[in-house]
């Protein structure tokens, strides 16, 4: 039976997640985009770790392209140190892809507001009154474009807004804040990209070939994780050139904020694209610039603290031991500094 929660959502399912009895997940119906059929209902999926039942403040964790939550270590991390573990897998990602519409498919970014918003009015409800964004990759795009339009969408209601628990700090985990290349060449071939997606918008680029990133992962090809490659696959998905303008659209906008918020950038110490092997690609960022990724943070984020982690992975989480420890350490650290 489904229940509303909000004016703009519905509860249709929910019930202990595939990750094991430690995880609930809950699917929202809801529409889209701000243009989108009313009729047409996509889902967004949150999914939370059971520990801490009486904490107050809590974690919301945001996943990247190609990708959806797994990382229950995480989940647990977050725990041990006292905080309530949510994360989205977003519309259109994991566990909220439907036949409807393309994996990941997004008319803009701004879209996933409504995602957002929906999970922080569940948190609020299940007593979380403050909390800290953590974003991986596009994710962490996601959110920084969040916090620097709360109220671009007309779809979201003040009145549920105002019942969202204190954001208190962001997380930004390799954040996709600039395109994978150096400053001095993204600052000459942006603009003809950007001229490219918008001259041809339902252009894609086709997945055919595994990336050594995923090589670097998964445990088929050698790596430690074993996550679901339907929904995490080793080619990508087809790669949208409306997605990409999008990207660089949001890319642009927040490159014209300033944003106060208590932020901690963790990025790896190089980057690594175009390496021709799985080993040489494991020794930095195989998918981001990580110097146009800092020259970005410094130009949005006004109380920004950087943390570089040396052979980080693109997802530090999910770096060898060492490089994830040393990841996991600086959050703490970081989040000792808010309390």
Excluded at 27 to 37: I, K, S
Excluded at 136 to 164: K, M, V, W
Excluded at 314 to 336: E, F, G, V
Aim: glycine share 8%; with cysteine.
């Amino acid at each position: 039976m489904s229940t509303p929660i909000g004016q703009h959502w519905t509860l249709v399912h929910q019930g202990d997640d595939l990750l094991g009895p430690e995880f609930h997940a809950r699917t929202f119906a809801f529409a889209g985009a701000a243009n989108q059929d009313p009729n047409t209902l996509v889902h967004t999926t949150l999914i939370h770790h059971k520990g801490n039942p009486s904490s107050d403040k809590g974690i919301l964790y945001v996943h990247g392209y190609t990708d959806y939550f797994f990382q229950t270590g995480l989940a647990e991390h977050f725990v041990a140190l006292g905080y309530r573990f949510y994360a989205l897998d977003l519309q259109g990602y994991g566990r909220s892809i439907r036949p409807s519409t393309p994996p990941n498919w997004c008319d803009s970014l701004d879209q996933y507001g409504q995602d957002i918003d929906i999970a922080l009015a569940t948190m609020k409800a299940d007593g979380i009154n403050s909390l800290v964004l953590l974003g991986h990759s596009t994710g962490g795009l996601i959110l920084s474009n969040y916090l620097a339009q709360p109220y671009a969408l007309p779809e979201r209601d003040s009145h549920y807004r105002n019942d969202f628990p204190t954001v208190r700090g962001l997380i930004l985990n390799s954040p996709f804040l600039a395109l994978p290349f150096p400053p001095a060449m993204l600052n000459r071939i942006s603009w003809p990209i950007r001229m490219l997606v918008s001259a041809l918008p339902f252009s894609f680029l086709r997945a055919k070939k595994i990336s050594l990133y995923a090589k670097t992962l998964h445990t088929k090809f050698g790596g430690e994780w074993d996550y679901r490659l339907d929904w995490k696959p080793a080619e990508g998905f087809d790669l949208s050139f409306h997605w990409l303008r999008e990207i660089i659209r949001t890319q642009r906008h927040l490159a014209h904020q300033r944003l106060a918020i208590p932020t901690l950038l963790c990025r790896s110490k190089v980057s690594t694209i175009g390496k021709a092997t799985v080993a040489e690609t494991q020794q930095g960022d195989g998918v981001l610039d990580v110097d146009s990724m800092q020259d970005a943070a410094d130009k949005t984020f006004s109380k920004l603290t950087t943390k570089v982690i040396t052979e980080g992975f693109h997802d530090l989480y999910l770096s060898h031991k060492s490089a994830r420890q040393a990841y996991l350490s600086a959050i703490t650290t970081w989040l000792n500094t808010l309390d």
